[in-house]
């Protein structure tokens, strides 16, 4: 090939020369997102995924790593996306893989990373019918993978301490009740099948302490006890008040 042909716009108000490159180069439209990237692996997230068990799936599999999938499972919900399609958008787009150093999974494999979530216990395969057992709470335990996310989830929190440091922590708890149409999904306490997750929020962070992930016909005061004592050993160090605020739930 010939050398690049260049042209240079000079002028206008700001102090810059634009200079355009005639020859093939990787661009996207997703520059916003390595920095995300950035930011997981700075602040140790992915490597308390790397670090934590994996699916038997997972390990049996080359190619993308669980940090990876991981990653691109945040950096798809930052770029707007809301379901496994939406990955065909990110999946092919070289200029985005180039600085974030790997490419994003097609939607099937996304699929199949996040199914790899139901696996019974450490080791057995996702999707094989098995599901997470139960407490007597009818709240489904954390183990294998999601052991490895709650590790991520500390990191996170530790490193937005350590960036900025508050000495106070204000839990906020609370349940949403989310719709789904999947077979599994159980009737809730508003006539609609789905889910009803609950979040303890550090309101002073914005960042989620601890959350757990329930079916739709769990009570939302469930364990709640529980939860906010998992939140609270979440917190980093430097935190010398915590406070609690939740809704009606947290009464009874």
Known sequence: MGKDKK???RGGILPFELEEVEAQRR????SGLPPL???LRAGGATDAIEQGPQSRRR???RGLSE?????SSCLLLAAGGEHFDDFETLCGDEGLAEPIGHELPSPTRAKEYLYAFHDGAPGEDGGSGHRRPLDAGGV???AGPLVALGSALRATVAAMQTCGPVAEATADVDATITESSKVEAKMTCEGVRGYQPVVALWAEQDVVLHDEFRDGNVPAATALLRLVQRAVEALPEGVERVYLRCDSAGTS
């Open 67 to 71: 940090a990876q999938l991981a990653e």
């Open 7 to 9: 042209r240079v716009r």
């Open 27 to 30: 661009i996207t439209g997703f």
């Open 59 to 61: 390990q049996r599999e």
């Open 37 to 39: 990237a950035e930011a």
């Open 140 to 142: 489904a335990q954390e």
